[in-house]
């Protein structure tokens, strides 16, 4: 047998009949995965159809089922003249806004254009007897609905439309009993054929993708074809390279593997695989460190059971999403704070990337620590300065009385009033003291606003008259909130007079008190057209003892303060669960507001 074969090998004809067979078989197999993969290409695209075509009707069931839907009449969605006889086409809502009735086809038109407009999908309801003219078929629809009415259940092909290849595919529509609102006037009953809905999906990319393998497989047929007298050598070199590249491929997705692997156990963040189905799949050492659990025990949990707070949407294909702090419930029961960071990858899974932030938290509150203690210390420093000088003073008065030589009454009496003054002056800076350490709590019950501004402004009237400003008033919020009335009394009347005494610089301007409501909120704005502050000024003006009153003294005004006013205010309205804030410009003027939750 071997030598028989030896002479057929060693034949001249052997070489001819080995390259023909090879030729053929070689042409086959190229041929069949050609049509292989057209067919692919076909079948992907009818899927995708099917999937459309399905959508709709789901959709158009449901919007069946509840006899259409109301939408506001605009222009894009104008009532449908189609439906003129259908009673209750245009309802008239709320502020005597019209609504038009969506019917279920008027509905399925607006999608399939939406789809048209952004995936250059193309589809429409069709019919032998359309209503509306524009869902008349064309030759192509007008056949397959021939077909329904025959019995066919469905018609799908490849074909052309405006020049290009298209996968047209259409299934029946079956009147059903919530459909004869609108087509019962054209004697269809349940159960009967109306038309269709048809669905035209480009094969441009499907063909283009398949093309593509086609040339691939070309290049492998041509690169496997050899003269025949190599046929078994080449047959053999084919094999051992394929195997060869497999291995070399395996063996590098194998290296790739275990460096990414190695990556994620080596990492110092907690790193956990959840499935599409919100269950752990996997976790790094670092994870387990976190939780307290090994991969087992993880891989019986979901994320969710870990996170205890919402984790709100999932995010898109190769989108991250970050959430600043959640907490993370370990083994013991304890409640660990966590940042999460979490990546979408292609295969529905997702990877949470947890950093224990509890050393962070930590660092927070020691440095809000250090920052009290060096506002006790600048608060001990300036109240140590007042007191100083006001000791100072009364020291300086006392000895003038002391002194061996006698005084005129009148001069001992204004030395006796300047030592009471200064003596008012120090209960002045102790009462502010304990303001801004423990306010009083005074009485919370619902106040409003307009009220208390207009009380502050009436009892200041003649003060205003007095030194030209304007008083205009614009109360917009009517709305409640919780607070002690006499308390923020003081905290409008101290704002308003500083508002005065920004004005008094100028020799008149105009004070602007408004109300407004915000989110949740209500508040007041106390706006001036003074001398305004820098922004140095502005950072520092809640600031116990910061006092800018000298400004107003060197033009001969007289005016003082302790620079205790503003930081007790701020303190007041913190105190109510409210905010105080402060716009201001050089020559132009300030503004302050005040908000509130409201009651």
């Known amino acids: 047998m071997l030598q028989r074969l030896y002479q057929i090998l060693g034949s001249p004809i052997a070489p001819i009949i080995a390259a023909l067979a090879w030729t053929l ?29 399905q959508k709709d009707l789901v959709y158009r069931r449901w919007a069946s089922m509840h006899g259409g839907l109301y939408v506001p009449a605009t222009s894009n969605t104008p009532p449908n003249p189609y439906l003129a006889r259908v009673e209750s086409r245009e309802i008239v809502g709320p502020q005597g806004r019209v609504y038009t009735l969506l019917n279920p086809a008027y509905m399925t038109r607006q999608v399939h254009e939406l789809a048209r407009e952004q995936y250059d999908n193309r589809g429409h309801i069709t019919s032998l007897h359309p209503i509306r003219p524009e869902n008349r078929p064309d030759p192509w629809e007008s056949n397959a609905l021939l077909c329904f009415e025959t019995g066919a259940a469905e018609r799908s092909e490849v074909a052309l439309l405006g020049g290009a290849r298209w996968l047209r595919f259409m299934r029946p529509l079956v009147t059903e009993a919530s459909c004869l609102r609108c087509h019962a006037d054209q004697g269809y009953r349940a159960g009967q054929i109306r038309g269709g809905i048809s669905v035209s999906v480009p094969m441009r990319p499907y063909e283009s993708i398949a093309e593509e393998n086609i040339r691939a497989s070309r290049v492998i047929h041509l690169g496997a074809w050899a003269p025949v007298l190599a046929l078994f050598f080449a047959s053999w070199f084919t094999g051992t390279r394929r195997q060869r590249d497999q291995e070399v491929a395996a063996r590098i997705l194998m290296q790739s593997e275990g460096k990414f692997r190695s990556w994620i156990e080596k990492a110092p963040e907690g790193i956990l695989v959840i499935g599409p189905d919100g269950r752990i799949t996997d976790g790094n050492p670092a994870a387990e460190s976190l939780t307290g659990l090994a991969v087992d025990g993880l891989r019986r949990l979901s994320g969710a059971s ?24 370990r083994k013991n029961g304890a409640a660990m704070p966590v940042m999460v960071d979490r990546v979408r990858l292609g ?16 660092l927070e509150q020691d440095l809000v620590h250090r920052e009290k203690l060096a506002a006790v210390g600048s608060l001990a420093g300036g109240v140590a300065h007042e007191f100083n000088n006001l000791l100072s003073v009364i020291r300086l008065q006392a000895q003038q009385l002391l002194s061996s030589a006698p005084l005129p009454v009148e001069r001992q009496q ?21 303001a ?25 009237a003649p003060a205003f008259a007095q030194e030209r400003i304007a008083v205009e ?59 305004g502050m820098t922004t140095a000024t502005q950072e520092k003006l809640f ?44 020559g132009v003027g300030t503004t302050f507001t005040v908000t509130f939750p409201i009651a």
């Open 436 to 460: 801004i350490s423990r306010p009083p709590k005074g009485k919370v019950e619902p106040c409003r606003l307009e009220s208390l501004l207009d009380e502050v402004l009436d009892f200041q």
């Open 543 to 586: 600031t116990p003892f910061f006092t800018t009153k000298g400004a107003y003294a060197q033009d001969g005004l007289g005016i003082q303060g302790t620079g205790l006013g503003l930081a007790v205010s701020a303190r007041v309205v913190a105190q109510f669960g409210g905010r105080i804030s402060v716009e201001s410009r050089e």
């Open 25 to 53: 078989l070689l042409g086959a197999s190229y041929s069949w995965n050609a049509g292989r993969e057209r067919g692919a290409a076909v079948a992907l695209a009818r899927q995708e159809a099917l999937g459309s075509f």
């Open 473 to 531: 008033r614009d109360y917009r919020s009517t709305r409640p909130i919780m607070a002690d009335r006499d308390q923020l009394v003081q905290v409008f009347l101290n704002l308003t007079i500083n508002a005065r005494h920004a004005m008094r610089a100028r020799g008149e301007g105009t004070l602007r008190v408004s109300t407004r409501d915000f989110p949740g909120e209500a508040g007041a704005l106390i706006a001036d057209t003074g001398i």
């Open 347 to 362: 295969d529905d899974h997702e990877l949470w990337f947890l950093r224990d932030l509890t050393e962070h938290r930590r």
């Open 414 to 434: 204004a030395l006796l009033a300047e030592v009471i003054q200064q003596t008012r002056r120090g209960a002045s800076i102790t009462s502010g003291m304990l």
């Open 306 to 329: 870990l996170i205890q707070e919402p984790m709100g949407k999932a995010p898109r294909e190769g989108e991250s999403i970050h959430l600043p702090e959640r907490h993370l419930l």
